[in-house]
């Protein structure tokens, strides 16, 4: 048993090692040189940012914020590459101060040594305030070129001293095109075709969603079967399950799309708003989240033109209530295409926030006092309900009197657009401003 610990390594021989672990077909087709990333040529060709620095050589610190697989980890190790750096790679998920501090000083020591760092920071965002502070003076004093990664929105989750020291730069999810060109590599790579049809290959490369980590994968798992032929887009289907489109319910996506199916119902559009909505549906979303929002549309976008239209909403909340999913989210559905339909108004909601306005400005100014009610003889000695008249004593049960406050004047805030139901509310509002005219209001 000794000479099992005992036995000499360089005594080894190469049959006697053991083989390395295989790697995985996204890692070994890795580009080697920025003209081989695929798909973010809007940041590295002649014109864009990234290729203008580094032709430039004025590489600065940068933020890359894109959706997974898009290239953010492979471009800042080439970056490194490019300017000769040492690629020093951290997650803040896993990495605490104490982390940090030994990284700055690693850094430190380097530059005393003349090679500078460029320190990739995946999942930027993850870092807290005070973290995320912790980079700046190692930032400024050259110390460190800061490139950072992150999947959500940097305006919302970076501090503003760190995003002023660095550029955000935008790499978008790769299209179809950029897909198919990372499958003949790996073809390439592998040495034998996808056994696909062309329905099934694209069906397969559809099913990455712009990832082109995802693409790799998908791609080496048909590769590992052993079948004759070439699959059609239904038997790809049956043997491998859609990925999951790329949805946080908390993050960037989740805004996106409520934005999208927003304005498409603002816009008119039922099919995109439907589009939009059944998205939402697929990426997880509660649809409670979704019952609440086109209420609020009905009831921002929509107003008077058609008060029917809350209605409709409220109606389909309720019956997802009671049918719950996924019968229930069909009323939702059919609430989402009437207000795409309906006559749209903002009128209320200008109006509305023109009052709220106007009530901050003129603060605790009290009603004219022909209006407040008088219960006790002092009050109706201070003049409380002196003058107020009965609209249902008067002529059309309107008086025509002024209801502002004597120290404000009379305001306009609601302004009926010529449009569904609110075209008859507008003649109201002109009837109603020529009789108080006529009868002394103002």
């Not at 700046?136 to 110390?143: N, Y």
């Not at 694209?202 to 052993?226: H, K, S, T, Y």
Request: glycine residues 8%; charged residues 25%; negative net charge.
């Amino acid at each position: 048993m000794a000479d099992l610990f005992d036995r000499d390594p360089s005594t080894e021989t190469a049959q006697s090692q053991p083989e390395a672990a295989p790697r995985p077909l996204a890692d070994r087709l890795r580009p080697q040189a920025l003209s081989e990333v695929i798909g973010q040529q809007k940041l590295l060709g002649p014109g864009g940012p990234l290729g203008a620095m580094l032709a430039a050589g004025t590489l600065s610190s940068v933020v890359f914020w894109g959706p997974p697989g898009v290239g953010k980890t492979t471009i800042a190790r080439l970056l490194a590459c490019e300017t000769e750096m040492e690629f020093v790679q951290i997650s803040a998920i896993f990495t605490g101060v104490a982390e940090l501090r030994k990284v700055f000083e690693a850094a430190k020591e380097r530059r005393r040594m003349g090679r500078g760092t460029l320190l990739f920071v995946d999942e930027i965002h993850r870092f807290n305030r005070a973290q995320q502070d912790g980079f700046l003076p190692h930032m400024e004093d050259g110390t460190i070129l800061l490139v950072g990664a992150t999947t959500e929105n940097p305006s919302f989750e970076l501090n503003a001293a760190l995003l002023s020291r660095a550029q955000v730069m935008v790499l978008e999810r790769l299209t179809l095109a950029d897909l198919e060109l990372l499958a003949q590599r790996a073809e390439a790579a592998v040495g034998r075709p996808l056994p696909l049809d062309g329905a099934a290959r694209e069906a397969l490369l559809e099913m990455a969603d712009g990832d082109g980590r995802a693409a790799l994968n998908l791609i080496e798992q048909v590769m590992g079967w052993n079948v004759e032929g070439r699959l059609d887009a239904a038997q790809l289907s049956d043997r491998l399950a859609r990925r999951a489109a790329h949805y946080d319910k908390s993050g960037d996506a989740h805004f996106n799309l409520i934005s999208a199916l927003h304005k498409s119902v603002r816009g008119s559009d039922p099919d995109a708003a439907l589009y939009w909505f059944a998205r939402m549906l697929e990426g997880g979303e509660d649809p409670r989240y979704l019952a609440r929002r086109i209420t609020r549309m009905a009831v921002e976008d929509i107003g008077l033109a058609d008060p029917q239209a809350q209605a409709v909403c409220l109606q389909g909340w309720e019956t997802y209530e009671r049918l719950g999913s996924p019968e229930g989210e069909l009323a939702l559905a059919q609430a989402v295409v009437y207000l795409a339909l309906a006559p749209k108004s903002n009128a209320v909601y200008s109006a509305y926030k023109g009052a709220r306005k106007a009530a901050r400005r003129t603060g605790s100014a009290p009603p004219p006092k022909h209006i407040l009610n008088a219960p006790t003889r002092l009050m109706k000695d201070e003049g409380y309900a002196a003058g107020y008249a009965y609209d249902h004593d008067a002529e059309d049960a309107f008086s025509g009197q002024d209801y502002f406050p004597e120290s404000v004047g009379r305001e306009s805030f609601y302004a009926p657009v010529e449009r569904g139901f609110e075209r008859e509310l507008r003649k109201r509002l002109d009837w109603f401003a020529r009789l108080r005219a006529e009868r002394g209001g103002t």
